[in-house]
C-alpha cells in the first residue's frame, strides 16, 4: 500500500506541499503474527519534520458476530498493560478464556497509549526512515514468539518457497495464463497451513479460514497431479479427526469425516455447532476417493496402511448410517437442531427443490453423492486389494456396480437428458436441471450415452452462462443468477464437471468451460479467483458480475485451474506403473502450447511441451530422468 501527504497548511500558508512525503506500507502473516513495515520518504527540496501517528483498537468479535449473528452477551474487555514499545489488549470471553492482541513497535514511540502511538521524525531531503509494527495474537499462555521484521520475512519466504518446489512448473505463451496460474498458486500458498498431522488447505478468507473437510478434499484432488503433498496432509488430518460416536449436536457418527472445525469463543461455548461439526454427507466418501487417488498418484502404500482403519470406517459409514433408510442410497437428515439443514456443496436452504418449486424434505438423497459413494467403493477395492484383503475387496466393487445399476434407474431423467437433482424423503425425483448432474461424470458413475447427453445439457444456454456452469438452469423456478446455489457460478464445480467431461472423451467441451472461467479472470482482481460469482449471461463488452461476500481467495476456487488444466491434457500419473499418460490430449484456443516441467513420479520426473496445431496438438518429451513411461494416446 502506498501513500502520501496532501497539502499541509499552517496560518494560510502551505508548509509541505502534497506529494512530499512517500508512505509504503509492506505487511505480511507469520506464526500467528502480523508483520508492517512503514517507509517514510522525503522526497521534497527540504528537511521535514511530521508527526506519524498511529490508532489501533480490539473488539475481539467472533468471526460468526463480523457475519452478522447477534450475541445475548459478550465478556469483559480488559484494561490495557503498556511498557515503553508495547501495548496489550485483552478480553475475557464468556468461555473464561483470555485472549490478548499485542502490538510492539520499533523504534520506541515517543508516545504511547492504550489506543494509538505517536512517532515524531525528522527527514532530511531523500532521506527515509522506517518504522516497525508486529501485532501479535494470543490466547491465555499460549503466546507467540515475535521475531524481527527481517528475520520473519525470511522465514516465511523460505517456507513459501519450500511449498512452491513442490508444484511442477507450468509455462504457457500466454502471459495472463502463467500469471493466473502463479496468482492460483500464491492463493493455495497463502490458505496452507502446516498442522501436525502436515499440510492442510485452509477453505477461504475471510469467512472459512479453518479446515473443512470437503474443500479440504476437493482443493487435494485438484492439485493432485502437480503436488500429491497436499492431500498427504488431508487425508492425516482428517483421518485423525473422523468421528468414533454418535453424537447428534455435531451431527456425528462413527467413521464419518469433519465437515468443519472452528476454535472461537461462540463454538466453544455452543453458541453454534460448528466448534467440530460433522453435517457434510460427501466429506465420507471423498475422503475414501482421495485415498484412492493419492495411492495411485504416488504408490504410497505406507499411508494407506496408516489409516486403512479409517477407510474401512468410512465406507461402514456409507453402508450403515450414510444409508438411513436401507435403499441403497446416500442420504441425510440434520440430528443437531441448529446444524446444516442441508449437507450436500450445496448447503443453503432453498437449494435443494422440487420442479416446481416446493423445497425438497428429507432425509435427501443427492445425485452426485451417490457419485462419489460409487467411487469410494471402487476406491477401497482397489486400497483393499493392495493390502491383500481379497474378500473386502470383491465385496467393495459388488456395491460399487450394485450403486451404478440402482442409481441409473432411479435418478435418470430422460425428458430433461440429466439426472435428478435429488430424492426426496418420499423418495420423488427432484427433476430440476442443476449442475450437480455434471459431476457425476466426475465420479464415473454415469452409463457412457448418458454422459454425453448430460455433458450438452451443461453447456445449453439454460445452463452455461458464458462464464461457466450455473449451479440452476435459467428455466428453474428457484433460479437466481444472484443466489448462493441457485444460480451462481461455482469455478470448483465448473472444473469438477469439466474433469468430468474429459472422462468421457468430450474434450472440446472441457476445453469451452475453462476457456470461459478464463475469460472471466481476467476480470478479477489480480487475477483470483473468487468462490463464487453471479450467473447473469455472457454480455459483449462486460465482464461477469460478482457475488459481493464470495470469499477471495478460496482454495477450491484457486485451484480449479489444475484441474481443468489436467483435463485438457487428458493426464493420469500411475505411480504403481510409473507411467504418465495423455489420452486425447487438447489445448483450449487461448493457449498454443504448454510446458510442464519436473512432473514427478517418486525420484523420477519429466518434463512436457504441448504444442496446439489447426487439428490436433503433439506432445515432446523435452527431459526424462529415471524410470517412468510416457504414453500418449490420440
Not at 506464526?31 to 480490539?58: C, D
Not at 520473519?152 to 513442490?166: H, W
Not at 500469471?179 to 477453505?203: C, E, F, N, Q, W
Amino acid at each position: 500500500m502506498a501513500l502520501t501527504n496532501p497539502d499541509l497548511s499552517r496560518d494560510g500558508h502551505v508548509y509541505l506541499p502534497m506529494g512530499s512525503l512517500h508512505l509504503a506500507w509492506r505487511k505480511f502473516l507469520w506464526m500467528g503474527a502480523l508483520y508492517q513495515e512503514l517507509r517514510v520518504e522525503n522526497h521534497s527540496m527540504q528537511p521535514v519534520e511530521a508527526t506519524i501517528q498511529l490508532k489501533f483498537a480490539a473488539d475481539f468479535a467472533d468471526i460468526f458476530e463480523v457475519r452478522g449473528l447477534t450475541r445475548k452477551a459478550r465478556g469483559q474487555d480488559l484494561e490495557s498493560v503498556l511498557t515503553d514499545r508495547e501495548v496489550t489488549l485483552g478480553y475475557r470471553g464468556l468461555d473464561e478464556v483470555v485472549r490478548r492482541t499485542v502490538l510492539q513497535f520499533t523504534p520506541r514511540p515517543q508516545s504511547l497509549t492504550g489506543g494509538g502511538a505517536r512517532f515524531e521524525i525528522a527527514l532530511a531531503p531523500k532521506q527515509a526512515v522506517l518504522l516497525y509494527v508486529i501485532i501479535g495474537c494470543e490466547r491465555e499462555a499460549d503466546r507467540p514468539h515475535l521475531l524481527i521484521f527481517e528475520r520473519a520475512r525470511a522465514d516465511a519466504r523460505a517456507q513459501v518457497d519450500s511449498q512452491v518446489a513442490q508444484f511442477c512448473g507450468i509455462e504457457t505463451g500466454n502471459g495472463q495464463f502463467d500469471a493466473l496460474m502463479k496468482r492460483a498458486t500464491s492463493d493455495i500458498h497463502m490458505m496452507t497451513s502446516v498442522l501436525p498431522t502436515g499440510l492442510y488447505p485452509y477453505a477461504g478468507v475471510p469467512w472459512f479460514n479453518t479446515p473443512f473437510g470437503r474443500d479440504g478434499i476437493f482443493t487435494a484432488l485438484e492439485c493432485l497431479w502437480t503436488n500429491p503433498s497436499l492431500a498427504h496432509g488431508v487425508l492425516m488430518y482428517l483421518a485423525s479427526t473422523q468421528a468414533t460416536e454418535v453424537i447428534p449436536e455435531q451431527d456425528a457418527e462413527p467413521g464419518k469425516i469433519l465437515h468443519e472445525t472452528r476454535k472461537g469463543e461462540m463454538a466453544a461455548l455452543k453458541e453454534m455447532p460448528f466448534g467440530r461439526y460433522y453435517g457434510s454427507v460427501d466429506s465420507t466418501p471423498l475422503f475414501v476417493v482421495l485415498a484412492g487417488a493419492y495411492f495411485e498418484r504416488t504408490g504410497d502404500g505406507q499411508l494407506i496402511e496408516s489409516i486403512w482403519p479409517n477407510i474401512e470406517a468410512a465406507l461402514l459409514w456409507i453402508e450403515r448410517y450414510g444409508d438411513c433408510d436401507g435403499d441403497g442410497f446416500v442420504e441425510y437428515r440434520r440430528r443437531s437442531h441448529n446444524g446444516l439443514l442441508h449437507q450436500g456443496w450445496k448447503d443453503s436452504d432453498d437449494a435443494i427443490f422440487h420442479a416446481d418449486g416446493a423445497l425438497a424434505c428429507g432425509p435427501i438423497a443427492v445425485c452426485e453423492v451417490q457419485g462419489y459413494a460409487y467411487a469410494a467403493w471402487q476406491a477401497g477395492a482397489t486400497l483393499a486389494a493392495m493390502l491383500s484383503l481379497t474378500g473386502l475387496a470383491a465385496k467393495y466393487s459388488a456395491r460399487a456396480l450394485d450403486l451404478k445399476d440402482r442409481f441409473e434407474d432411479v435418478f435418470w431423467c430422460d425428458e430433461l437428458s440429466t439426472y435428478a437433482l435429488a430424492l426426496d424423503g418420499d423418495k420423488q425425483p427432484c427433476r430440476v436441471r442443476a449442475s450437480n448432474a455434471g459431476q457425476c461424470l466426475f465420479s464415473g458413475i454415469a452409463a457412457a450415452d448418458r454422459a454425453l447427453r448430460v455433458g450438452q445439457s451443461m453447456l445449453s444456454p439454460e445452463m452455461f452462462s458464458g462464464w461457466g456452469i450455473r449451479t440452476v438452469g435459467t428455466g428453474e423456478p428457484r433460479y437466481n443468477p444472484m443466489g448462493y446455489h441457485v444460480g451462481s457460478v461455482w469455478p470448483h464445480d465448473n472444473a469438477v464437471i469439466a474433469s468430468g467431461m474429459a472422462r468421457y472423451g468430450m474434450a472440446a467441451e472441457a476445453a469451452e468451460i475453462f476457456a470461459g472461467l478464463f475469460d472471466a479472470a481476467m476480470y478479477f482482481d489480480l487475477h483470483r479467483i473468487p468462490e463464487l460469482f453471479c450467473g447473469f449471461p455472457r454480455d459483449r463488452g462486460q465482464g461477469p458480475i460478482l457475488y459481493p461476500v464470495a470469499c477471495a481467495p478460496q482454495a477450491w476456487s484457486a485451484a480449479a485451474v489444475f484441474l481443468m488444466f489436467q483435463a485438457c491434457l487428458g493426464l493420469r500419473i500411475d505411480a504403481i506403473a510409473r507411467r504418465i499418460s495423455l489420452v486425447r490430449p487438447s489445448l483450449p484456443l487461448f493457449l498454443s502450447r504448454a510446458k510442464i516441467t519436473n512432473l514427478r513420479i517418486g525420484d523420477a520426473s519429466a518434463d512436457l511441451l504441448v504444442v496446439r496445431h489447426q487439428h490436433d496438438v503433439t506432445v515432446n518429451v523435452l527431459r526424462r530422468s529415471g524410470e517412468i513411461e510416457i504414453v500418449v494416446a490420440m
